[in-house]
């Protein structure tokens, strides 16, 4: 057996040893959105770092528990805190905790994420729903021998964040009142800010909004063949006029005030899956 197959069986066996129950659905929350964590009645919590073969999480607001519970009545594997390239990780460890929730059973993957926005018409404490998204900016995490038993070498991206539950989405904020964008997600490695003319030329590309995150996780959802579901909250604007400094602190706590909307949106579509 190839390592990474060795290493998803044993995390998936020992997982296993300690949770029991099935869920189809896995979400992973991003900085400043953990919250959502304190709404899931859980029945099991592993921190990261008691999981064999897991990396462990070292950015502030996050938590780094894996979470096995009920949101809305609904089983849920949920990531509170995930791995970022800038850490140190590689693009496959970053992406691991996804290989996993797809090794237990996991179908489908709802995302979420703080990032900043380019498109002029963003504000900060808006979402916006990931419609697609440029990865050239950042390490695909298939790189290297493709594992068949995992996902075929040439996975087609035409559709990576499924159109079904972009729409279900939706018709859920219109129904709630809550203002969503939809657009395309930038991944670059962080963890610098961009600079000035690095907004530019995302903006010029056809990014609306640029992260740290979450590209690659959704490249191994979709190579091992999940519906993927991502939504970011604008903490900053990367293109304005004043002062351009943007802070951790100003992400997280812009993150978290969004947050209420996003929890709302994520109870409403499992209940819908
Ligand atoms: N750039 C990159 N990543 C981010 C940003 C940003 O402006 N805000 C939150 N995550």
């Known amino acids: 057996m190839s390592t990474i197959l060795q290493q998803l069986q044993e995390t998936k066996t020992y997982i296993q040893s300690r949770v029991s129950g099935q869920a189809a659905i896995g979400i992973i929350l991003g900085s400043g959105l953990g919250n959502l964590a304190s709404e899931i009645v859980s029945e099991f919590e592993i921190p990261y770092e008691q999981i064999p073969h897991f990396p462990v999480s070292t950015v502030e607001g996050h938590k780094g528990r894996l979470i096995f519970g009920t949101l809305e009545g609904v089983k849920v594997w949920v990531m509170s805190g995930r791995f970022h390239f800038y850490e140190g990780y590689t693009p496959q460890q970053v992406s691991y905790p996804v290989r996993v929730m797809r090794a237990l059973g996991v179908e489908t993957l709802l995302l979420s994420n703080a990032a900043g926005g380019v498109n002029s018409n963003f504000k900060v404490g808006d979402l916006m729903i990931i419609n697609d998204h440029i ?89 091992g063949g999940m519906k993927v ?6 903490t900053d604007l ?24 996003l929890t709302l949106l994520f109870k409403e579509l499992v209940k819908q899956l």
């Open 135 to 223: 990865s050239l900016f950042t390490i695909n995490p298939l790189l290297g021998k493709n594992e068949e038993a995992l996902g075929t070498r040439f996975p087609d991206m035409s559709e990576p964040y499924a159109k079904s539950l972009i729409a279900k989405v939706k018709n859920i904020a219109a129904a709630n009142d809550i203002k969503v964008h939809e657009g395309v997600y930038l991944g670059v490695t962080g963890p610098t800010f961009e600079t000035r003319a690095e907004y530019k030329l995302i903006l010029a590309v056809g990014g609306d909004a640029v992260g740290m995150s979450t590209v690659q996780e959704t490249i191994v959802a979709v190579h």
């Open 229 to 234: 579901f991502a939504i970011s909250v604008i």
């Open 238 to 261: 990367g293109i304005r006029e004043e002062d351009n400094i943007i802070t951790h602190q100003e992400v997280l706590e812009a993150a978290t005030a969004a947050e209420p909307k």
